[in-house]
């Protein structure tokens, strides 16, 4: 039964409205000044007031500002004798939702609340749907609705319920462990182990020892036996990020272990199962690295059973409004701000920028944005300077990336993008634009999946 608070300094009116609603249906509560209602409020919690502008002390206007900065506000419809309709306005702007005039008629008060009931009623199902938009965006950590990331879906959905190796391929910032969580959690080992550790940032000298353990004066500091990541990820699962940055002698004791399920801390003589589920990420283009002499063949192969490519944030640009609206919350939460949203210009800056960080850019661009920005929707002018006004190069250093051979494709393909858009997607004349072959752009529009 839906609740009505009426609030009005005249006992008639109070009177004459609590025994027409209630012969209508509704539950009814009534208060004779604003802070009455505002008491009242606490315990009853209307759905709706009705309310009247001119009161003692707190007037209609004052009320209705205080009810709409609550969390769960009720909707108010105000009343205002003739002559007073702008106060009626006045109120609406304070957060009321409509209002009726004075001497009313019954069905204009019932009709208003019709009204307000079917607001709230398309309120709760906006509300709904686009709860269920965000939950059918989501796939364990990972927001995306994108054809791109549903191809990624897929894939770990059919490559969770096995011990298959997988190898994690993207740049960097694409979230590449978050796949790899992925895997782990939809899979029969969700309820053991996850151990990520990142290969390139361990020291070479200490990296067999984090990986397979030692024993006690296995060398001058191993002061005590030590359980590797190995041992530690046992029934579960071990991700190796930056696979790409072992040194060749650790690349050998690994292929052992993923080849025969034994492993050998250092300084010891005898062998230790383990049962390791292993899943591999690195930005490198490992066959690249095989044919440099830089990784091994056989471990390449052992490692790629089931390739994984999570694609850059700017081939799945249907994504990025979602991650727009899903960090602002997710800072507003973390740092107690109260940003509302970003205005259209500023998104229309997010959408054509190329992201060259990808996912951890993007969020921190937004979390830089809501700490420096004035009110409470993001503008342009809360944006980076390199979004607001692009430029290839300085976006990539940016990032902090130094690699040549992504930089070079980057700017590459940021180009093409930009020869296309000129051209109106006229692939002849942006090649002369680009002054390249027609044939060497349809093969790098295609290795790049420029769209």
Known sequence: MPRVLVVDDEENIRLVLRTMLRKHGYEVQVASSGEEALD???GFGPDYVIADVRMGGMTGIELASALSAQEAAPTIIVMSAYGSVELALEAMKAGAYDYVTKPFKQDEVLLALRKAEEREALKRENRALKAELRQSARFASMIGRSDEMKKVYRTIQKAAAFTTTVLIQGESGVGKELVARALH???PRSDKPFIAVNCGAIPEALLESELFG???????DASSNKTGLFEEAH???LFLDEVGE????????LLRVLQEGTLRRLGETQDREVDVRVVAATVRVLKDEVDGGRFREDLYYRLNVLPLSVPPLRRRKDDIGLLIDHFIER???RLGTATRGMNPKARKLMLAYQWPGNVRELENVLERAIVLADGEVLCEEDLPDRLRDPDPVAAVLATGELSIKKTHRYIEETLIRKALEETGGNRTRASKL??????????KIKDYGVV
């Open 40 to 42: 009242v409020t606490d």
């Open 185 to 187: 959690q939809h899979g």
């Open 214 to 220: 030692h024993k006690r004066g296995a060398f001058t």
């Open 235 to 237: 029934e579960g699962t």
């Open 246 to 253: 072992l040194p060749l002698g650790t690349q050998v004791k």
């Open 331 to 333: 800072t507003n939460q």
């Open 434 to 443: 680009l002054e390249i072959s027609h044939r060497a752009l349809l093969y």
